[in-house]
């Protein structure tokens, strides 16, 4: 695995600051909310079926036989029985030689390992299930996202030459790795993490997850940037030999420049090696620069992530999908910059949800019954929050607290949450609370819902009186 996180900048020439207000027609995960249910569905591709190598390959026979079992036992729900015989058809496998199992041995063997792994995870064991994927990511070797199609495999293989859809695969162990260890991390209770023989390997869980995805994303840019020549800024051939312009030996724009596919179907069994996956790949290791308190470094993930959604000088406009997940995108973006909490970082934050509105709302209604608005309708609820906290305090310096994450809410101390000395719009934010929990009710999203009425609740007692549906006072004339 590799041990070095990449610079989230490699497309900087063009990328603005996050304390910058979004451009008018801008480009660009959600609120900490949302970190679970980004992640859902994902890197889910990952788990490729094991039904489709077992339909198009000849497996020998001692694989043949457990593999048919533990696929009748899962299917049965007898996940025990599965496992064993998923154990039995692995520990088959690699008593032969690769060349008994070609074509594919690795994403064969590999991908009896996946199979395995979805179903522990499926069952809620997954700490099993990662190191399951570990193991499969170890028949590839050391540092396997460092290989180029065609160099030599070492272990098991036995000097195998890694294919392309190899490479794809071992991306997409290294996405679905850092998921894991990225929702493990997540938990109050945390459990050990696994012992592994490098001495150099991760130490916990989040460590872990950031490696992981920081390997994805340096593979899947290496990837996408080989057409330069170099794969990085300042190439000086394209991957023929031919020299490259001017403008190409420029700064990478990452929306612009990377030659990645814009979608691969969503039941693949390589990962998501799209400019999507690589999206919510950035997305993912923003989230631990956070938890770091490395703002400026989560936002610039953020921003990279954006653009390749949303492209800048594209002449086509993008998916749907890909402008929800923009969307969601910016409300994060929002929420980190305000740290710190200045006039100049509360303007860029509204501008930010102001956008995330805008975008999400356009898709809305240009696709109203596309599935993805679903994704969209949870940016508004939470971007309306947002507004709705920058309304709530001032912006004065030494006046108000922190805009709080909106699934921290529950932690922060109530005698913060009800300080009086605060002097807020509270018509406003009601307005925006309101719109906000319209929004979630809408989609069924209870979590959002509940936040925002419990912040309407908040309002109505911090301002001393109940406010009606225009945010005035009862009684007011106009």
């Known amino acids: 695995m590799a041990t070095t996180t990449p610079s989230p900048t490699p497309s900087s020439g063009n990328v603005q600051n996050p304390l910058s207000p979004p451009p008018s027609q801008g480009r660009f995960r959600i609120s900490h909310l949302f970190l679970g249910l980004a992640g859902v569905g994902l890197f889910v591709t990952i788990y490729g ?4 190598y077992y339909a198009l390959s000849t497996w020998p026979e001692p694989i043949r036989t457990p593999l048919k079992q533990a696929l009748k036992a899962k299917n049965r729900g007898d996940v025990d029985r599965a496992e064993i015989s998923f154990r039995q058809a692995i520990d088959a496998a690699l008593t032969l030689q690769p060349s008994q199992l070609q074509p594919d041995p690795l994403l064969k063997v590999s991908g009896i390992y996946v199979s395995l792994a979805a179903m522990l995870e499926g069952e809620g064991r997954v700490v099993d299930a ?4 570990l193991t499969a990511l170890s028949l590839y070797g050391k540092n396997p996202t460092d290989l180029d199609p065609g160099a030599a495999i070492p272990g098991w293989a036995r000097g195998e030459a890694l294919s392309p859809l190899d490479r794809l695969r071992v991306i997409g162990l290294e996405q679905k790795l850092g998921q894991l260890a990225l929702d493990i991390s997540s938990r109050r209770s945390l459990p050990p993490y696994p012992l592994v023989p490098d001495p150099k ?3 916990g869980w989040e460590e872990a997850a950031e490696r992981h995805l920081s390997a994805a994303i340096k593979a899947m840019l290496k990837l996408g ?3 330069r020549g170099s794969g990085a800024p300042g190439g000086t051939g394209a991957a023929d030999g031919t020299p490259l312009s001017k403008e190409s030996q420029g700064q990478v724009v ?3 420049d990377l030659a990645l596919p814009e979608s691969t179907d969503e039941s693949g069994d390589t990962g998501r090696v799209d400019k999507r996956g690589l999206g919510m790949t950035m997305e993912h290791l923003a989230e631990i620069y956070a938890r770091k308190g490395q703002y400026d470094v989560a936002g610039q993930l953020l921003l990279q992530a954006v653009s390749t959604l949303l492209p800048p000088q594209s002449q086509q406009a993008p998916p ?3 402008r929800c997940q923009a969307a969601m995108l910016m409300t994060t973006i929002s929420s980190h910059a305000l ?6 970082a509360i ?10 509105l805008e975008v999400a709302g356009s898709a809305m209604e240009e696709s109203p019954s596309d599935p993805a608005c679903g994704a969209c309708a949870q940016a508004k609820s939470v971007a309306f929050y947002n507004l709705g906290m920058l309304s709530e305090v001032s912006v004065g310096p030494g006046r108000g607290w922190p805009i709080p994450r909106i699934d921290l809410l529950h932690e922060m101390d109530e005698q913060l949450i009800n300080m009086r000395q605060i002097e807020g719009d509270f018509a406003g934010a009601l307005q925006q609370f309101r719109s906000a929990a319209e929004s979630a009710k809408t989609i069924g999203f209870r979590e959002g819902q509940r936040e925002a009425v419990q912040a309407i609740n908040r309002v109505q007692n911090s301002s001393g009186v109940v406010l009606n549906a225009t945010g005035e006072k009862p009684g007011r004339r106009s």
Not at 49 to 52: D, M, R, T, V
Not at 130 to 133: A, F, N
């Open 49 to 52: 079926l094991l039904e489709y």
């Open 130 to 133: 990662y190191k399951e994927l």
């Open 201 to 203: 390997g991760p130490t």
């Open 225 to 227: 940037l080989a057409h």
């Open 254 to 256: 990452i929306g612009r």
């Open 320 to 322: 749907v999908r890909d």
């Open 339 to 344: 740290h710190p909490r200045t006039p100049q």
């Open 347 to 356: 303007k860029a934050s509204r501008s930010w949800s102001i956008r995330a």
